[in-house]
Each structure stands twice: as structure tokens, then as C-alpha cells.
């Protein structure tokens, strides 16, 4: 993934290349992260100036809280930790072009929930590994290392 600063509180996404079908695109959206109300955090997608985005386009909109618990009980007493509660609303409209509108419907919008799924998934992991290291970094603690676990097939 790729970001360049856009505006005062945006910034422009390319997320790579995905395909199906001999075609391909490079998602790239413009976001922005919104002053935060009552302890919410916003984002949403703002257009990229001089850009089109060829073949699609995105709709994003996203809510973070964070919540304070106590995470005690009989055996232990941790005290406070925080939980984040997370919405998103992702609208992505794809225009196919007429060789691939030639191929059946459902095998199409079967490919597609499928690269959308693997889209958001490596976003996803990406975003959360970023926001560990910039967690971590900020309060100057190492980052712990995950234990791999030897999975049997």
C-alpha cells in the first residue's frame, strides 16, 4: 500500500492490483479522517483531485470508538483496558468491461466477493500491523512477537 498526504486531515490509498478475468485494477482512494465527536472517530472518502478512478469507484465510511472496561473478575484484577468497537459501510461499484460482461452473471459476482474479501482482508491485516507499530513506537515498548503455532493438515 501506498499513501500520499492529501489535504489537511486526508490522504490518498493505493491499495495494489487486483484481477479476475484478464482484468485489472489498482484501487486508490482519497480519505479522510474527521475531527472526533463524543469519542468517535471518523473516516470517509473524499475525491482525489485531477483523478478518475478508471472502472470503479468507492464509497467509505468508517466509525472507531473506544471504550473503557474494567477487566477484573475472582481470579484476576487488570484493571482498565480499552476496547475498540468498529463499523465500517464499503460500497465498491465495479464497471466491467463488455468482454467480461459475456461471461454468466453469477460466475462474476462470485469472482467478485471473492477479490473484494481478499482486498479488505489485506487491508485490513496491513492497517492493524500499522497501528500496532505506531502504538507501540509511540509509547517506546517493543512490539510483542507472535508465536507460531505449528498447524497439522
Do not use: C
Request: proline share 7%; no cysteine; glycine share 8%.
Amino acid at each position: 500500500m501506498k499513501v500520499e498526504p492529501l489535504g489537511k486531515n486526508g490522504y490518498t490509498l493505493v491499495i495494489g492490483r487486483f484481477g479476475a478475468f484478464g482484468y485489472e485494477v489498482e484501487p486508490k482512494i482519497g480519505l479522510e479522517l474527521l475531527p472526533p465527536e463524543e469519542g468517535v472517530y471518523r473516516i470517509r472518502t473524499i475525491p482525489i483531485p485531477d483523478y478518475q478512478a478508471p472502472g470503479y469507484d468507492v464509497d467509505y465510511r468508517s466509525a472507531l470508538r473506544l471504550i473503557e472496561n474494567s477487566a477484573s473478575n475472582d481470579l484476576t484484577n487488570l484493571g482498565e483496558i480499552t476496547r475498540v468497537e468498529w463499523e465500517l459501510d464499503l460500497t465498491v461499484y465495479i464497471h466491467f468491461p463488455r468482454f467480461i460482461q459475456r461471461i454468466p452473471k453469477s460466475l462474476i459476482h462470485s469472482t467478485g466477493d471473492r477479490l473484494l474479501n481478499q482486498i479488505v482482508r489485506q487491508v485490513s491485516r496491513r492497517l492493524t500491523h500499522k497501528v500496532q507499530e505506531d502504538f507501540h513506537q509511540s509509547l517506546g515498548i517493543p512490539i510483542p512477537v507472535k508465536s507460531k503455532k505449528k498447524q497439522s493438515h
